[in-house]
């Protein structure tokens, strides 16, 4: 009968922590609590703990390169709410050529659930989906429901709060060209320092980034993408010397060095284009059916001639200039709109005047 019973208690206890506990085949996820007496009453964290295979790792809310973040979906009681991921500071993960961010082995994401009363807490669901990665990359999913109060206080929750970093260092953005300068103070040495931008698309995450010391300041250059599209403020995570920060700056767009060219440019690169375009195999012989139909109307007057040249060469310079307008109502680009009727009024003038037109069809009248 005492075997009975103990058999009957590690059943209980078995299917009890499978309650809240779910192996997705690289990681074991479950959901653990932790209460700080020091903070503010009718709050209370809760964290997403992913014990993940050797080597697997999992990926920060701007994975770098390549992955993508961890997903939750909640389901709570009434009165009940919870934050977003408080996410602690990641660590560099290479896998050359590419750079990733992000948690390797093991991770807990924290979470702050606010209530009206802890006797009301009751069933608590999430539905997690993440991306887990060693040679390879599998999305896993872990769904976990339980009784709030079941879960298991875990002070190793608070640890990874710790990691989470509460302080904005006041730093001075500024992007130049394809490169992205932060200068901020500091009385210690510093060792080292990276930047993890919270925007994606920015910065050019495989890139080394360097730093100097500078009369003031320290200065940090960060390689970014070709001409990047900011948010209004620079967000993210400066780690220096290993102790985390955050960033929240405004940035400056210095004037980006003019790759632009002249109107007087632009002509000439049109000219040389209308050169290539009207001897290509493609174009060079619907040119000569054109000019054909103006030796057809020769014998007509040399009015009529031009006229008809005329309505030809502005049909296309029109429909350039819709397309032109076109670019500019969706992208602002008043260059290119220049450019394009620049370069259809040059290819038409040399269509025209590459056949001699107007003299042959003067020259044509007694054929």
């Not at 009718?42 to 997903?71: A, L, R």
């Not at 955050?246 to 940035?251: A, G, K, N, P």
């Not at 040059?346 to 009248?365: K, M």
Request: proline fraction near 4%.
């Amino acid at each position: 009968m005492k075997l009975y019973k103990l058999i009957a208690s590690l059943l209980l206890f078995s299917i009890s922590s499978l309650a809240y506990s779910v192996n997705t085949g690289h990681a074991d996820v479950s959901l653990i609590k932790f209460s700080n007496n020091g903070s503010q009453t009718n709050e209370i964290f809760v964290g997403i703990k992913m014990d993940m295979q050797k080597n697997w790792h999992t990926y920060w809310k701007n994975p770098g390169d390549s992955g993508g973040p961890i997903e939750v979906s909640w389901t709570l009681p009434d009165g009940m709410t919870i934050s977003d991921i408080y996410w602690p500071t990641p660590k560099l993960i290479p896998y050359a050529p590419l750079m990733t961010y992000g948690y390797k082995d093991f991770v807990i994401f924290p979470f702050k659930i606010s209530y009206e009363n802890y006797d009301e807490l009751d069933q608590i669901s999430a539905d997690i989906n993440f991306l887990i990665c060693d040679d390879i990359c599998v999305p896993e999913k872990a769904f976990i429901n339980t009784n709030f109060k079941s879960i298991t206080f875990d002070n190793e929750l608070l640890e990874w709060i710790n990691k989470v970093p509460n302080v904005t260092l006041p730093v001075l953005a500024k992007q130049t060209d394809n490169n992205l300068e932060l200068r901020f103070s500091s009385n210690n040495k510093i060792e080292s320092v990276y930047f993890f931008a919270d925007q994606k698309d920015i910065v050019l995450h495989a890139d080394k980034q360097t730093f100097l010391k500078e009369e003031n300041n320290w200065l940090l250059n960060i390689s970014t993408e070709d001409n990047p599209k900011h948010n209004e403020k620079l967000n993210g995570v400066i780690v220096i010397n290993d102790e985390s920060y955050l960033v929240d700056s405004e940035i400056t767009i210095e004037n980006i060095s003019n790759k632009s060219i002249t109107v007087i440019q632009a002509l000439i690169f049109a000219f040389i284009g209308g050169l290539i375009l009207n001897l290509m195999p493609c174009v060079f012989p619907i040119i000569s059916l054109k000019v054909l139909s103006f030796i057809s109307i020769s014998g007509d007057s040399t009015f009529k001639i031009r006229a008809h040249s005329m309505i030809f060469s502005l049909g296309v310079i029109a429909s350039f200039l819709i397309i032109a307008l076109l670019l500019i109502g969706s992208q602002g680009k008043w260059f290119d709109c220049w450019l394009g009727i620049s370069t259809s009024i040059t290819n038409n003038s040399w269509n025209i005047e590459y056949f001699n037109v107007f003299n042959r069809a003067g020259s044509l009248d007694g054929y």
